[in-house]
Structure formats: structure tokens, C-alpha cells
């Protein structure tokens, strides 16, 4: 049986960093193409980050580029999502999704599987 289990979520300022982690049980993220989604209040989720593992080539959405990083850490079999420079517009809970059919994912396809979610708030 595959879990996904995200953690990292804080309550962080404007201009800060945090670090998201994605933990895989039964299933090995580093294999797989695998993404970060974002559900912001009152929106729907959105990819933010995915990572393709055959070649290491990875997609950021358009508001994350240059400030989110995603990387896998192999030693730890995670699925990791560096946030830098956090903005007010970057809270929301964010999701681990694998495996994904394509990075970016077609609109409207889903992952195969999904975590629980952390919640990232950003506040002064």
C-alpha cells in the first residue's frame, strides 16, 4: 500500500524560506515523476513544481520560478521542495502527487496518488 506523507508546513514571514519534505512508503518517489501542488484558499490545486526523474529536468510554475526549488534526496527517499522568499500569495497546503503522466501534468490529470497535505501560511 503507497502513503505520501508531506511535512514542513509552518506559519513562516514574508521573505523567508522553509523547507517542504515528501515521504513515500511503498512506492519510491525518487523513480517516478513526481510533483508539488498547491491549493491556496478558495482556488483550486495547481502544480507548482514537478520533477521528471529520467532525466533530472524539472518544471516550475510561472509565480514560483526563481524562488522554489524541487529535488529529491536520495539517502532519504524524499521528495523535497525548497521555498525561498515566501510571499503572501504562497499560502495555501501544499500536496505531494506521484506519479504524474507528464511534468507539468495535462490539465485535468491526476496523480496516481496523494499525501495528506501540509499548510504553509505566510504572515507577518
Known amino acids: 500500500q503507497v502513503h505520501l506523507v508531506e511535512s514542513g508546513g509552518d506559519v513562516v514571514q514574508p521573505g523567508g524560506s522553509l523547507t517542504l519534505s515528501c515521504a513515500a512508503s511503498?512506492?519510491?518517489?525518487?523513480?517516478?515523476?513526481a510533483g508539488w501542488f498547491r491549493q491556496a484558499p478558495g482556488k483550486d490545486r495547481e502544480v507548482v513544481a514537478c520533477?521528471?526523474?529520467?532525466?533530472?529536468?524539472?518544471y516550475y510554475a510561472d509565480s514560483v520560478k526563481g524562488r522554489f526549488t524541487i529535488s529529491t534526496d536520495n539517502s532519504k527517499g524524499t521528495l523535497d521542495l525548497q521555498i525561498h522568499g515566501v510571499k503572501a500569495e504562497d499560502t495555501g497546503v501544499y500536496y505531494c502527487?506521484?506519479?504524474?503522466?507528464?511534468?507539468?501534468?495535462?490539465?485535468?490529470?491526476?496523480?496516481?496518488?496523494w499525501g495528506q497535505g501540509t499548510q504553509v501560511t505566510v504572515s507577518s
Open positions: 502527487g506521484a506519479p504524474i503522466l507528464r511534468c507539468p501534468p495535462l490539465s485535468g490529470h491526476q496523480p496516481g496518488y
Open positions: 520533477r521528471r526523474p529520467i532525466d533530472g529536468s524539472t
Open positions: 511503498g512506492f519510491a518517489l525518487q523513480s517516478h515523476t
